[in-house]
Protein backbone atom coordinates (compact mmCIF):
# COMPACT_ATOMS: atom_id res chain seq x y z
CA UNK A 1 0.00 0.00 0.00
CA UNK A 2 2.57 2.13 -0.74
CA UNK A 3 1.07 4.94 -3.36
CA UNK A 4 3.44 7.82 -4.22
CA UNK A 5 7.37 7.60 -2.48
CA UNK A 6 9.96 10.37 -2.53
CA UNK A 7 13.42 10.31 -2.28
CA UNK A 8 14.82 11.36 -0.28
CA UNK A 9 13.08 13.53 2.42
CA UNK A 10 15.44 16.17 3.69
CA UNK A 11 18.90 16.44 2.04
CA UNK A 12 20.81 19.72 2.07
CA UNK A 13 23.03 20.56 -1.42
CA UNK A 14 25.73 23.42 -2.03
CA UNK A 15 25.74 25.61 -5.14
CA UNK A 16 26.89 23.83 -7.78
CA UNK A 17 26.13 19.88 -6.69
CA UNK A 18 23.34 17.93 -8.62
CA UNK A 19 21.26 15.44 -7.48
CA UNK A 20 18.15 13.58 -8.09
CA UNK A 21 14.68 13.36 -6.26
CA UNK A 22 13.57 9.90 -6.51
CA UNK A 23 9.57 9.27 -7.40
CA UNK A 24 8.02 5.99 -7.50
CA UNK A 25 4.27 5.08 -7.79
CA UNK A 26 2.92 1.76 -7.45
CA UNK A 27 -0.71 2.27 -8.92
CA UNK A 28 -0.01 1.98 -12.25
CA UNK A 29 -0.79 6.06 -12.97
CA UNK A 30 -0.20 7.46 -16.51
CA UNK A 31 0.63 10.82 -14.94
CA UNK A 32 3.26 11.95 -12.71
CA UNK A 33 4.27 15.25 -11.90
CA UNK A 34 6.61 17.54 -9.76
CA UNK A 35 5.57 20.68 -7.82
CA UNK A 36 7.64 22.79 -5.98
CA UNK A 37 5.54 24.56 -2.68
CA UNK A 38 7.19 27.70 -1.68
CA UNK A 39 5.70 29.92 1.12
CA UNK A 40 3.17 32.20 0.30
CA UNK A 41 3.38 30.88 -3.37
CA UNK A 42 1.14 27.65 -3.45
CA UNK A 43 2.25 24.60 -5.26
CA UNK A 44 3.77 25.33 -8.54
CA UNK A 45 3.99 22.75 -11.50
CA UNK A 46 7.45 22.19 -12.70
CA UNK A 47 7.59 19.36 -14.99
CA UNK A 48 5.17 16.50 -16.13
CA UNK A 49 4.74 13.41 -17.58
CA UNK A 50 1.22 11.64 -18.83
CA UNK A 51 2.82 8.48 -20.03
CA UNK A 52 6.81 6.57 -20.54
CA UNK A 53 8.57 7.90 -22.32
CA UNK A 54 6.84 11.83 -22.41
CA UNK A 55 7.74 14.51 -20.44
CA UNK A 56 6.72 18.22 -21.04
CA UNK A 57 7.21 21.56 -18.98
CA UNK A 58 5.29 22.73 -16.12
CA UNK A 59 5.40 26.51 -14.78
CA UNK A 60 8.33 26.60 -13.23
CA UNK A 61 11.23 24.28 -15.30
CA UNK A 62 14.35 25.83 -15.16
CA UNK A 63 17.18 23.87 -13.63
CA UNK A 64 15.24 21.01 -14.06
CA UNK A 65 15.51 17.67 -16.22
CA UNK A 66 13.15 14.90 -15.85
CA UNK A 67 12.61 11.61 -17.93
CA UNK A 68 10.41 8.74 -17.58
CA UNK A 69 12.06 5.39 -18.75
CA UNK A 70 9.05 3.41 -16.94
CA UNK A 71 5.64 3.50 -15.48
CA UNK A 72 6.55 3.97 -12.06
CA UNK A 73 9.41 6.32 -11.63
CA UNK A 74 9.43 9.85 -12.20
CA UNK A 75 13.03 11.01 -10.96
CA UNK A 76 13.53 14.54 -10.67
CA UNK A 77 17.43 16.10 -11.15
CA UNK A 78 18.63 19.51 -10.68
CA UNK A 79 21.96 20.20 -12.75
CA UNK A 80 23.24 22.60 -10.68
CA UNK A 81 22.08 23.70 -7.37
CA UNK A 82 21.20 26.91 -6.48
CA UNK A 83 19.95 28.53 -3.68
CA UNK A 84 16.65 29.43 -5.55
CA UNK A 85 16.38 26.24 -5.81
CA UNK A 86 15.54 25.78 -2.17
CA UNK A 87 12.36 24.75 -1.83
CA UNK A 88 9.68 21.29 -0.55
CA UNK A 89 9.00 19.34 -3.58
CA UNK A 90 6.00 16.91 -4.03
CA UNK A 91 5.36 14.52 -6.35
CA UNK A 92 2.25 13.55 -7.99
CA UNK A 93 0.27 10.89 -9.90
CA UNK A 94 -3.44 9.65 -11.53
CA UNK A 95 -5.13 7.50 -13.08
CA UNK A 96 -6.44 9.31 -16.98
CA UNK A 97 -9.59 7.47 -16.06
CA UNK A 98 -10.22 10.02 -12.81
CA UNK A 99 -7.73 12.93 -13.20
CA UNK A 100 -9.48 14.67 -10.43
CA UNK A 101 -7.58 11.99 -8.00
CA UNK A 102 -4.43 13.44 -7.47
CA UNK A 103 -1.80 11.26 -5.42
CA UNK A 104 1.31 13.19 -3.64
CA UNK A 105 3.63 11.93 -2.24
CA UNK A 106 5.13 13.02 1.58
CA UNK A 107 7.46 15.73 -0.20
CA UNK A 108 11.45 16.09 -0.60
CA UNK A 109 12.74 19.17 2.01
CA UNK A 110 15.95 20.22 -0.34
CA UNK A 111 18.42 23.19 0.98
CA UNK A 112 20.56 24.71 -1.41
CA UNK A 113 23.20 26.89 1.07
CA UNK B 1 -2.87 36.11 -14.13
CA UNK B 2 -3.75 33.83 -11.26
CA UNK B 3 -6.02 31.31 -12.14
CA UNK B 4 -6.76 30.84 -8.26
CA UNK B 5 -6.90 33.70 -5.89
CA UNK B 6 -6.86 33.31 -2.28
CA UNK B 7 -7.24 36.46 -0.24
CA UNK B 8 -7.51 35.17 3.26
CA UNK B 9 -4.04 34.49 4.24
CA UNK B 10 -4.97 33.70 7.29
CA UNK B 11 -8.07 32.69 9.28
CA UNK B 12 -9.46 31.83 12.62
CA UNK B 13 -12.48 29.79 14.17
CA UNK B 14 -13.38 28.59 17.65
CA UNK B 15 -14.05 24.95 17.88
CA UNK B 16 -17.26 23.84 17.22
CA UNK B 17 -18.06 26.81 14.56
CA UNK B 18 -18.53 26.48 10.88
CA UNK B 19 -15.89 28.56 8.73
CA UNK B 20 -15.65 29.53 4.84
CA UNK B 21 -12.54 29.87 3.31
CA UNK B 22 -12.95 31.39 0.16
CA UNK B 23 -11.86 30.51 -2.99
CA UNK B 24 -11.95 32.55 -6.50
CA UNK B 25 -10.80 30.94 -10.10
CA UNK B 26 -10.10 32.40 -13.62
CA UNK B 27 -10.75 30.13 -16.67
CA UNK B 28 -12.65 30.73 -19.90
CA UNK B 29 -13.04 27.05 -20.22
CA UNK B 30 -16.47 25.44 -20.17
CA UNK B 31 -15.06 22.33 -18.56
CA UNK B 32 -13.24 22.75 -15.19
CA UNK B 33 -12.24 20.70 -11.95
CA UNK B 34 -11.94 22.83 -9.11
CA UNK B 35 -9.97 21.29 -5.72
CA UNK B 36 -9.36 21.39 -2.41
CA UNK B 37 -6.38 20.64 -0.45
CA UNK B 38 -5.13 20.17 3.22
CA UNK B 39 -1.64 20.27 4.57
CA UNK B 40 -1.02 19.86 8.35
CA UNK B 41 1.82 21.26 9.54
CA UNK B 42 3.54 17.59 8.81
CA UNK B 43 3.33 18.35 5.57
CA UNK B 44 1.79 16.14 3.66
CA UNK B 45 -1.58 17.00 0.99
CA UNK B 46 -4.48 15.61 1.35
CA UNK B 47 -7.35 15.74 -0.71
CA UNK B 48 -10.64 16.92 0.86
CA UNK B 49 -13.39 17.37 -2.03
CA UNK B 50 -13.81 17.93 -5.35
CA UNK B 51 -16.31 19.96 -7.93
CA UNK B 52 -16.72 19.54 -11.49
CA UNK B 53 -18.26 22.61 -13.37
CA UNK B 54 -21.13 20.24 -14.83
CA UNK B 55 -22.07 19.13 -11.12
CA UNK B 56 -25.61 20.18 -10.75
CA UNK B 57 -25.29 19.84 -6.87
CA UNK B 58 -22.48 21.27 -4.61
CA UNK B 59 -20.12 18.78 -3.54
CA UNK B 60 -19.63 16.93 0.05
CA UNK B 61 -17.93 15.16 2.10
CA UNK B 62 -18.49 14.65 5.43
CA UNK B 63 -17.94 18.30 7.30
CA UNK B 64 -16.27 19.41 4.15
CA UNK B 65 -18.62 21.00 1.53
CA UNK B 66 -17.86 23.09 -1.54
CA UNK B 67 -20.13 26.71 -1.84
CA UNK B 68 -19.82 26.67 -5.67
CA UNK B 69 -21.32 29.83 -7.40
CA UNK B 70 -20.56 29.29 -11.30
CA UNK B 71 -21.64 32.75 -12.37
CA UNK B 72 -19.12 34.17 -9.33
CA UNK B 73 -16.42 31.90 -10.46
CA UNK B 74 -16.03 31.45 -7.10
CA UNK B 75 -15.60 28.05 -4.83
CA UNK B 76 -15.50 28.32 -1.40
CA UNK B 77 -14.83 25.56 0.85
CA UNK B 78 -17.34 24.93 3.93
CA UNK B 79 -16.31 23.59 7.42
CA UNK B 80 -18.35 22.68 9.19
CA UNK B 81 -17.62 22.03 13.34
CA UNK B 82 -14.97 22.82 13.30
CA UNK B 83 -12.10 20.50 15.32
CA UNK B 84 -8.84 21.73 16.37
CA UNK B 85 -7.08 19.20 13.83
CA UNK B 86 -8.43 21.12 11.25
CA UNK B 87 -6.12 23.46 11.55
CA UNK B 88 -3.80 24.12 8.75
CA UNK B 89 -3.05 25.49 5.73
CA UNK B 90 -5.85 24.93 2.93
CA UNK B 91 -5.20 24.69 -0.95
CA UNK B 92 -7.51 25.52 -3.50
CA UNK B 93 -6.77 24.24 -6.65
CA UNK B 94 -8.15 24.30 -10.63
CA UNK B 95 -7.78 22.13 -13.67
CA UNK B 96 -9.29 22.93 -16.94
CA UNK B 97 -9.51 21.92 -20.27
CA UNK B 98 -6.34 24.26 -21.31
CA UNK B 99 -3.65 22.11 -18.82
CA UNK B 100 -2.64 18.30 -19.08
CA UNK B 101 -4.90 16.42 -17.41
CA UNK B 102 -2.99 15.66 -13.61
CA UNK B 103 -2.18 19.29 -13.85
CA UNK B 104 -3.38 21.46 -11.12
CA UNK B 105 -3.19 25.35 -10.63
CA UNK B 106 -2.93 26.22 -7.05
CA UNK B 107 -3.12 29.23 -4.86
CA UNK B 108 -1.14 30.80 -2.33
CA UNK B 109 -3.33 29.06 0.61
CA UNK B 110 -5.11 29.98 4.03
CA UNK B 111 -3.50 29.00 7.49
CA UNK B 112 -6.73 28.08 9.09
CA UNK B 113 -6.45 27.78 13.07
CA UNK B 114 -8.85 26.54 15.41
CA UNK B 115 -8.86 27.43 18.66
CA UNK B 116 -10.86 25.40 21.73
Known amino acids: NAGVTQTPKFQVLKTGQSMTLQCAQD?????MSWYRQDPGMGLRLIHY???????DQGEVPNGYNVSRSTTEDFPLRLLSAAPSQTSVYFC????????????FGEGSRLTVL | AQKITQTQPGMFVQEKEAVTLDCTYD???????LFWYKQPSSGEMIFLIY??????QNATEGRYSLNFQKARKSANLVISASQLGDSAMYFC?????????????FGRGTQLTVWP
Open chain 1, 92 to 103: ASSYYRSPEELF
Open chain 1, 27 to 31: MNHEY
Open chain 1, 49 to 55: SVGAGIT
Open chain 2, 27 to 33: TSDPSYG
Open chain 2, 51 to 56: QGSYDQ
Open chain 2, 93 to 105: AMRDRGSTLGRLY
